[in-house]
């Protein structure tokens, strides 16, 4: 694959960087639990179970920080260590989800970092790589979904 030259502009990095990290995990989580939850298998849970996860964009400034509690991913407060954190850039993270990229090919350019526990950083990979395809194209459907639900919330 091709490195995509697209760049996240400088001006905006710096107003993301400055956005504090909770509100941002909480719509994470709250995406990955309308995309994925539903299709983890069991054992992959309980081995996520109280693991706490750093999405980390670099490119962006920003983090988003969660965990598996029970049946579903939670946010975390940022000043949590998390057991494992995967960083990359917005651009390389969107051609991961579109499955245009490999893992292993940005992390072997050193595009995609992983640090803390690699075993969990496999698991995660390998869970990410199983999953079909037909579920990151409803995945797509998420933002519409998490507004709908925000807009229910609010009343309007």
Known sequence: MTRASSKMPPAVAQVLGHLPGYPGSLLFSSALNLAMAQ???????????????????????????????GTRFCAVDKRAVPDLTIAASAQDFLLLAQRREDPDTLFFSRRLAMEGDTELGLLVKNTLDAMEMGMFETARQVP????ARARQAFGK
């Open 39 to 69: 299709h983890l298998p069991p054992d992959v849970r309980a081995a996520l179970e109280g693991k706490t996860l750093r999405i980390r964009v670099t490119d962006a400034g920003i983090g988003f920080d969660f965990s598996w509690r």
């Open 144 to 147: 519409a979904r998490l507004f």
